[in-house]
């Protein structure tokens, strides 16, 4: 009777794994779809709404970082979040020398935080802080910068989504049918270099096809073939694979699963955007020099 109690308890067990896998999944799969439909509108209309968007996911973005770092609610965390609303600003009159000000500005204000307020906060702490506003709100910024900043910044700005959600694609799909070799195991054991290779080829072919076929026909700008789209985009896809493990570093180090739970089966903002944030400089700076 034992041996029947524990299979029959076996059997429930299991069944209410499966249950639970795929209520996730349709969790994680119904607000994937929202989150898409929301980035299309927000991407497509631009301006004051991208604009909003970037600063409130950066503000969202740092409070989830600095929870991490234990200091979401210190009165060193608010002076980064007024100095994140101040960049922003900054960006409104955004020229060549503005991010530079901005970042001379931040070390000086946090520096003199840091001494009026000593020795409630210690250098580990101030670094933290600068770390995070670069991190996090800056490398957001560049979404906008793309979109709003540049000639053809409507079309353009795709091409960060493509070179970090489209190679995470390939590379998982790559990685399922080839992979063999372990990449970093430390930090992410599923991910194989055969799949750091397929998704840097895929996201280059996926760049060039969007060139070919769509961005030509608004512009015959040199700067935008599709060899050089192909080859920003297979770069920007692999800097959002040291952006995935940097951000997979950052909680190890500090043993934690996810960096929030806004997004339904994704997690934080930065869970979601890890990738992005290095992704959206890296094309910003390739397509603009």
């Keep these: ?57 950066s503000i969202i973005g740092l409070i989830e970082l600095y929870q991490v770092f234990g200091l979401a609610k210190s009165m060193l965390a608010y002076a980064a979040y007024l100095l994140t609303i101040f960049y922003y600003i900054m960006l409104i009159f ?5 991010i530079l000000l901005f970042l001379i500005t931040m070390l000086l204000s946090l520096l003199i935080f840091y001494v ?15 770390f995070g506003i ?50 970093l195991p430390l930090l992410s ?14 996201a280059a072919i996926l760049g060039a096809i969007y060139n070919f076929f769509f961005l030509n026909r608004f512009y015959s700008d040199p700067i935008y073939s599709s060899v050089r789209v192909a080859i920003a985009t297979g ?11 940097t951000a997979s570093a950052i909680k190890r ?13 994704h997690g934080g903002i930065l869970d979601r955007f890890d990738s992005v944030i290095f992704t959206a400089p890296a094309l910003y700076f390739f397509l603009s020099i």
């Excluded at 000639?151 to 998982?172: M, N, P, Q, R």
């Excluded at 770069?235 to 493990?245: H, M, W, Y």
Aim: charged residues 20%; glycine residues 8%.
């Design 134 to 183: 670069i991190y996090v709100a800056i490398t957001f910024s560049f979404i906008y910068l793309i979109r709003e900043k540049n000639e053809y910044g409507k079309y353009v700005v795709w091409l960060i989504f493509i070179a970090s959600w489209g190679s995470d694609t390939f590379a998982y799909c790559t990685g399922m049918l080839f992979g063999k070799h372990k990449f």
């Design 235 to 245: 770069v920007g896809a692999l800097l959002s694979v040291i952006g995935d493990l």
């Design 116 to 130: 009026f307020s000593y020795p409630k906060y210690h250098i580990k702490e101030m670094a933290m802080i600068f």
């Design 94 to 98: 955004y020229n060549s020398n503005a």
């Design 253 to 265: 180090d500090f043993n934690v699963k996810d960096y929030g739970n806004i997004i339904p089966g």
């Design 1 to 57: 009777m034992n041996i029947i109690k524990e299979i029959e308890d076996l059997e429930e067990e299991i069944i209410n794994s499966n249950d639970k896998k795929i209520t996730t999944f349709i969790k994680r799969l119904i607000s994937g779809i929202i989150l898409m439909v929301a980035l299309f509108i927000i991407l497509f209309i631009g301006d004051d709404l991208l604009f909003c968007s970037c600063a409130l996911l």
């Design 189 to 202: 054991p599923n991910k194989t270099i055969e799949g750091l290779v397929g998704g840097i080829i895929g």
